[in-house]
């Protein structure tokens, strides 16, 4: 078990977390949005969207209790919003703002997961869908300097054969560069479908040398996430966090080298966990695991990359140095390259040894 140093709950003055680079590998597509994109896109559009949505993008984050009602209504509200996406301009916009979003946050690599599938019937089909978010892809990363890379995402709510044809569309276009294709997830609510019918699916990425990232661990325990572990072999676990109710689970998983992709506010907004201190981000990294924060859907839960490492210092205790670490490891589980993973460790590094604005050794812009 590895132990953190603390910090005090609030900290007054600290290193500036905007300055802090670090990786993105748990956003959705449409979840990326922000709440003015998709009010404007609504109006342009003359669709109204649904009261509950509206609350919620007004400023009143999605709170549900984690059973079969509050899920259901998160995705209606989730359908809701994907179905202002009608067009290539709008699938377009939805990437470059979202790269420009962690930009503004410190990000310096986004692993962007979208299923073509829902955008297919307006774009042609989904091969011109997965197209134009890679060109796109590749053109934000030039544009805003973070690199976007894509993440092909299946459904358990379709069929084990889609899942296959998306792996297949994502063999075609593997490419770790900007704008390439570096994924293969499986989303949506983990209680339906059987995980072993999607190892197929599971086995043509791999064999693609595709990241295998499904979502496992959330909405059920550390049973579902093992299964997830035995029949998928992911190389990160989107989520996971009830993994570590299973000591000797989390003891395999971490020994495995399997990433957890943690998001914090997505949790507590769900109801998995009635509060932020109950997320187990300490526990996690505690016991050695590699940690990428990430935001999940910002539209809907309120909050992007940049709160989930507020939290981490004001909600959970972490003090600098393991903050660097949480960065690190989001560095190191992403797809980058080699020499661009160097540049934004020894970046974590500069930005860990700047001095601290609390000792007095000079003046940093913090947050509170």
């Known amino acids: 078990m590895r132990e953190l140093s603390s910090a005090p709950r609030v900290a007054l003055v600290a290193r500036d977390l905007r300055l802090l680079p ?28 649904p009261e509950t949505l509206r ?8 709170r549900l ?25 709008t699938m377009r916009r939805i990437v470059r703002e979202a790269a420009a979003a962690d930009a503004a946050e410190g990000s310096r690599r986004l692993e962007l997961q ?7 019937p307006f774009v042609g089909g989904i091969t011109p869908a997965l197209e134009i978010i890679t060109d796109e892809a590749a053109s934000a990363s030039a544009a805003t300097g973070v690199e976007v890379g894509i993440i092909v995402a299946c459904s358990r709510m379709r069929h084990p ?70 029949h998928l072999h992911p190389d990160r676990l989107g989520h996971g966090v009830r993994v570590g109710e299973d000591p000797a689970l989390l003891e395999r998983v971490v020994a495995d080298g399997i990433a957890f992709e943690v998001c914090p506010a997505s949790n507590v907004s769900l109801g998995v966990y009635a509060t932020p201190e109950q997320v187990p981000l300490r526990r996690l990294a505690e016991a050695g695991a590699t940690i990428a924060l990430g935001a999940d859907d910002p539209l809907l839960f309120g909050s992007r990359l940049l709160a989930q490492y507020e939290a981490a210092r004001s909600v ?4 600098d140095d393991a903050l ?11 797809r980058a390259g080699a020499g661009s993973k160097a540049t934004m460790l020894a970046d974590v590094d500069r930005w860990l040894a700047a001095p601290d604005p609390g000792s007095g050794a000079g003046e940093h812009p913090g947050t509170a």
């Open 22 to 49: 670090k990786a993105h590998l748990h956003l959705h597509f449409t979840g990326s949005m922000s709440p003015d994109t998709l009010t404007e896109l609504a109006a342009d559009q003359g669709m109204r969207l």
């Open 55 to 62: 609350e919620t993008v007004a400023g009143d984050p999605l």
């Open 65 to 89: 209790p984690a059973n079969e009602r509050g899920w259901f209504r998160f995705q209606r509200m989730y359908d809701a919003a994907r179905a202002v996406v009608r067009s290539e301009a």
């Open 114 to 120: 979208v299923d073509p599938t829902s955008y297919a």
């Open 161 to 230: 054969l889609e899942a296959r044809t998306l792996a297949r569309l994502a063999a075609r276009h593997a490419d770790d560069g900007p704008g390439g294709v570096m994924g293969f997830g499986l989303s949506n609510d983990e209680r339906r479908g059987e995980t072993s019918d999607f190892a197929a699916a599971f086995h043509i990425a791999a064999r693609a040398d595709l990241a295998l990232v499904p979502h496992g661990g959330e909405l059920l325990g550390p049973g579902h996430a093992a299964q997830v572990v035995a």
């Open 316 to 319: 959970h205790g972490f003090a």
């Open 324 to 334: 660097a670490d949480l960065a690190r490891g989001s560095i190191r589980a992403s």
